[in-house]
């Protein structure tokens, strides 16, 4: 069985959305200028699924958002050009808007029609592992170990003493949140990065469902759920982490996927930030 083993970042990343947070340009310093929308000269093409959009208008700070026929946003950038993929068939949208030195904005936006599918964008192994392609797959909570804590190094570091290369004691943990249906995780590649998570509430059976859109950077190891999607957890760990959108891939095979997400140290001052990795197994 194939297991892919990532190297911890000390901070969550972000995927799947191209932005620069310093502007090309200071908008104090482009010239005065009143723009009309007739003004705005800008180019949307594709080839095949490969999408490349041009500014050609002056003395703007450009952005660029794009979005699905469902209207979840894909990605966005400030850059004067951007070149993407849209893997999946389907017609989207490129929202473009121009920002002038006094604050006016002016709007345009492009449709997108892609023909169809390429499949090549996700033939890596372990997309199929993560979602069974279009039939999609099912994550429950292991409950006969399905938390531990590690050190932002793990699990390279095995020899490592200090605070930041510990290993996560996942074995025995069932202790530490009760054994119920906490919920479930669903990834597929129906037209598009899909995730659904049912997620049930701590003191009750009450259960609440959001879908929306993922992105997995592969060579990253890391995972963004978009759209207000959170990652399915159990016990009463909620407030110990600020974004449980931003994930890292600890572990990945057909019968095993281990997330984590960054412990705050706020709730728990003594005992520093962290790394809270969750084990989740196939539903059956």
């Known amino acids: 069985m194939k297991q892919i083993m990532t190297k911890m970042l000390a901070a969550a990343m972000v995927l799947g959305l191209m932005f620069s947070c310093e502007p090309q340009e200071d908008r104090e310093s482009l010239p005065a200028i009143t723009l009309d929308p007739s003004e705005i000269n800008i180019s949307v093409t594709n080839v095949g699924n490969e999408v490349t959009m041009t500014n050609a208008t002056p003395d703007i700070i450009p952005y660029w958002s794009y979005k699905d026929a469902a209207g979840n946003e894909l990605g966005h950038s400030n850059q004067q050009q951007v070149v993407t993929i849209f893997p999946f068939a389907g017609t989207y949208s490129v929202d473009f808007t121009a920002y002038t030195r006094g604050g006016a904005v002016v709007a345009a936006s492009r449709p997108v029609v892609i023909a169809e599918n390429n499949a090549e964008y996700f033939s890596a192994p372990e997309w199929d592992m993560l979602t069974n392609g279009v039939e999609g797959k099912t994550w429950v909570l292991d409950m006969a170990s399905p938390i531990g804590w ?117 709730r728990n001052p003594a005992d520093g930030p962290c790394q809270i990795v969750f084990h989740f197994k196939p539903k059956e």
């Open 150 to 266: 590690a050190g932002f190094d793990y699990p390279y570091n095995p020899a490592g003493a200090d605070y930041w290369n510990w290993f996560p004691d996942y074995a025995g943990n069932e202790w530490v949140m009760p054994n119920k249906n906490w919920g479930e995780m669903t990834f597929d590649l129906d037209g598009g990065y899909n995730i659904s998570v049912t997620q049930t509430a701590l003191n009750t059976n009450d259960q609440t469902t959001k879908a929306a859109n993922f992105s997995y950077d592969i060579a990253k190891h890391t995972m963004m759920l978009n759209g207000g999607v959170e990652m399915l957890f159990g016990g009463d760990y909620y407030p110990d982490v600020s974004n449980w959108s931003s994930l890292q891939v600890v572990e990945l095979s057909d019968s095993s996927l281990r997330l984590s997400v960054v412990r705050d140290q706020a």
